[in-house]
């Protein structure tokens, strides 16, 4: 067994016995040739086997090319090789061939590590699973039919980041409510005399990061109009970073203007050639005729207006007709029975029953005794409080 641990610089390998005693070890530099120099080393031992730590990450093309190659080999996770180097030494000191040693002895040990073989045909469809994630963006901005990505540095990726956070450009005021939206409006921060702003940590970080990305594309490209105002924005003393956050600023103004054109467009195929969006004559003129309402006549015509003669008791077409100008429902609907109106007889004071006299006793009494229009004998004017306790004497 072969254990192996890679670096971004060189790779060390050793190699041990079944009995785990060590037979050589060997020190690569991490380039081109690596690989035929550890299999020029390893021809000592045609029954072999690789154990590379890490094959998923810094060993993963070493792995590739030993795979290549046509030997076996297999992936130690680093936590398994670091179990075995504690409890072997008892301590946590370690270089490189102390490294290279335990990852060998764990593939031999452990019967649950994977053969790199495997793990590389997972890899290679994660990869295909992942080109076919970015293919989806860009049909989707493609049938949208939107202009960002006539932006320099805004692809289909970006573009998508931005319609899914956005959503409906209508909800922002201005470019000011969008950049203060995304993070890209600095904060002022002044005091007196002293002008500043400082970085803004509020808004949307996707849709700043988004921004942030198309920023450092243009950058790049010295052609760019980005690169011309980053340029002008150093010539005028500022920092790298100053300069970075003007040129996402335009560029969230740019993107403003792309997505308010966006809402435009849609808008105007919304309304169409008639000014609504689907009108079928047909199917207008066939819903409109009156043999095909469902409620009947909203304004009522001469023959049902109050202000019409009284005497023109002729019935109309429509009537004539069997009432198309009704509605087809209630033509079908039974003819409702007539209203029958009972008129109750009048009884006198005598006829009643005595339980109107209970309801009411006190008004049977006063009436009775002629004092239902009696009332409260009213003191005159003048008289003072003293000369009521006195009997009225003055």
């Known amino acids: 067994m072969i254990g192996v641990d890679p670096h971004k610089a060189s790779h060390t390998a050793v190699a041990i016995s079944a009995a785990e005693e060590p037979l ?7 380039c081109a040739a690596q690989a035929g120099r550890l ?33 076996r080999v297999l992936d130690v996770p680093p936590r398994l090789g670091a179990r075995v180097r504690l409890l072997a030494a008892g301590d946590t000191n370690k270089n490189d061939p102390d490294d290279a040693r335990p990852v060998a ?8 590590v994977r053969e790199v073989r495997a793990f590389l045909d997972d890899l290679r469809r994660i990869d295909a699973q992942v080109r076919e994630t970015r293919k989806t963006p860009a049909t989707a901005v493609q049938a949208a039919g939107t202009c960002l990505t006539r932006l320099f540095g805004v692809g289909p990726v970006i573009a998508a980041a931005v319609i899914g956070d956005v959503r409906d450009v209508s909800r922002f005021g201005s470019r000011d409510h969008f950049a203060a939206c995304n993070g890209t409006a600095p904060i002022e921060v002044s005091s007196g005399p002293r002008k500043t702003c400082r970085l803004s940590r509020r808004g949307n970080r996707r849709l700043n990061h988004a921004i ?47 997505l308010q054109a966006d809402a435009a467009r849609a808008a105007a195929r919304a309304e169409g050639p008639g000014g609504q969006q689907g009108n079928d004559s047909a199917a207008s003129a066939a819903g409109s005729h009156p043999r095909h309402r469902l409620f009947g006549q909203a304004t009522p015509g001469p023959g049902h207006h109050p202000t019409a003669a009284a005497g023109n008791t002729a019935p109309s077409p429509a009537r004539a007709r069997g009432g198309a100008g009704h509605s087809s429902i209630a033509a079908t609907l039974p003819p409702a029975p007539p209203r029958v109106q009972v008129e109750r007889p009048q009884r006198s004071e005598d006829e009643r029953p005595a339980g109107a006299a209970r309801r009411r006793p006190h008004s049977a009494a006063r009436k009775a005794t002629g004092q239902g229009s009696l009332r409260k004998p009213q003191r005159p004017k003048g008289t003072s409080q003293a000369a009521k306790n006195t009997g009225g004497a003055p």
């Open 39 to 71: 299999l020029a080393w390893a021809a000592a031992w045609p029954q072999r086997t690789w154990a590379v730590e890490g094959a998923g990450g810094l060993g993963h093309l070493l792995a590739r090319q030993l795979l290549a190659a046509g030997e």
């Open 105 to 112: 002895v764990a593939a031999l040990r452990s019967a649950g």
């Open 212 to 258: 942030h990305m198309a920023a450092v594309t243009q950058i790049r490209h010295r052609h760019s109009d980005g690169r011309a105002c980053y340029d002008k924005k150093l010539a005028e003393s500022k920092t790298p970073k100053e300069a970075l956050r003007s040129l996402k600023r335009q560029i969230s103004n740019a993107i403003f203007a792309c």
């Open 24 to 30: 050589g070890e060997l020190r690569v530099s991490a």
